[in-house]
């Protein structure tokens, strides 16, 4: 199973990105997806999730301002993250969700977000 994210970059406050995750190795239409953010010296923060069915759920910090989402003829999961904040500033994996958990990281790419 391989989760591949992209879509990273530096931005200004207020800004946009949109995040992709593309995924292989499995049936994906299948699976609920989730987007985890780190800063170093911290630990791992929710950020978003996109269940079977399309369903979402989101951190409170990132409600309204980002939309997750899928499509199952590409495999792939989109974050998109709109009015920016410097608290955004972070490094976003995307995950499989098994159980409560999540599974099968991907490597993560890296959001600046700067003033």
Do not use: H
């Amino acid at each position: 199973v391989q989760l591949q994210a992209s879509g990273g970059g530096s931005v200004q406050a207020g800004g946009s990105l949109r995040l992709s995750c593309k995924v292989s190795g499995l049936i994906f239409r299948n699976y609920a997806f989730g987007w985890v953010r780190q800063v170093p010296g911290k630990e791992r923060e929710f950020v978003a999730e996109v269940r079977l069915s399309g369903a979402t759920i989101y951190a409170d910090s990132v409600k309204g301002r980002f939309t997750v989402s899928r499509d199952n003829v590409k495999s792939t999961v989109y974050l998109q993250m709109d009015r920016l904040k410097l608290e955004d500033t972070a490094l976003y994996y995307c995950a499989r969700k098994y159980g409560k958990e999540f599974v099968n990281w991907g490597q993560g790419t890296q959001v600046t977000v700067s003033s």
